[in-house]
């Protein structure tokens, strides 16, 4: 509960439009319920989509998806397909899809501040028929997320003018960047794995296991 860690909440949807509004009458029209060809055009350009999900008890996770760009494959007007490539198996996506159909999805292209925001139902697949289809380097993925469209709409670049994203000059410096085999040593620190060790495994890692 959060309740007794935060003070002032906001519990009701009228509290919030009294203090926030209503959206204008282009975003209550924007929303659509099929692929058009500017959404196929769009999903065609991307090389990373964030994934949604949450289990039947209602926790919740965001997972990212990503390859070359046009990796989503747009079945028809009202499906899409996404690669499930090798992971880490926790699974975190795939066992949520199977306690609760509900995803929701962000589509991203490098350099574009708006992003193609999809939200839907989805299923498992292991449809050998068309995972070939989505071959990389000679190995095909065992299975695959199969997503039915439910609405679509574009979503407005202001987080990303707010964080500057794609402006280089904003990011930070190489040698500032959180060490991520460092903190896996620390957050994983009763297997008695070094820094060094857990960098080797997260190239080899990278570098074999990709498909």
């Known amino acids: 509960m959060l309740k007794p860690f935060f003070n002032d909440i ?21 929303v659509v319920t099929r692929l058009d060809r500017h959404c196929k055009a769009f999903i065609a350009e991307v090389p990373i989509v964030f994934v949604a999900t949450s289990n039947a008890s209602g926790a919740c996770d965001v997972s ?22 090798p992971g880490n198996k926790r699974m975190d996506t795939l066992r949520n899809i199977i306690e609760n159909p509900h995803i929701g999805l962000i589509f991203v292209i490098p350099g574009l501040e ?17 995972l070939q289809l989505m071959e990389v380097r000679g190995k095909a993925p065992l299975l695959g997320i199969g997503v039915e469209m439910e609405e679509g709409f574009i ?5 990303f003018k707010r964080s500057k994203l794609w402006e ?3 990011w930070p410096q190489q040698d500032a960047h959180p060490n991520p085999a460092r903190i896996l040593a620390d957050h994983a620190s009763k297997l008695g794995k070094t820094e ?16």
């Open 10 to 30: 906001v519990h009701t949807e009228e509290e919030l439009r009294s203090m926030l509004g209503h959206p204008s009458e282009l975003v209550r029209n924007k």
């Open 114 to 130: 708006e992003t193609l925001r999809i939200n839907g139902r989805a299923c498992i697949i292991k449809d050998q028929e068309r």
């Open 155 to 159: 979503h407005c670049a202001k987080a």
């Open 168 to 170: 280089p000059a904003s």
């Open 196 to 211: 060094e060790e857990i960098a080797s495994a997260l190239r080899d890692s990278y570098e074999k296991r990709l498909y």
């Open 64 to 85: 990212p998806r990503g390859d070359a760009a046009g990796f989503v494959a747009v079945l028809d007007e009202t499906h899409l397909l996404i690669p499930e490539r």
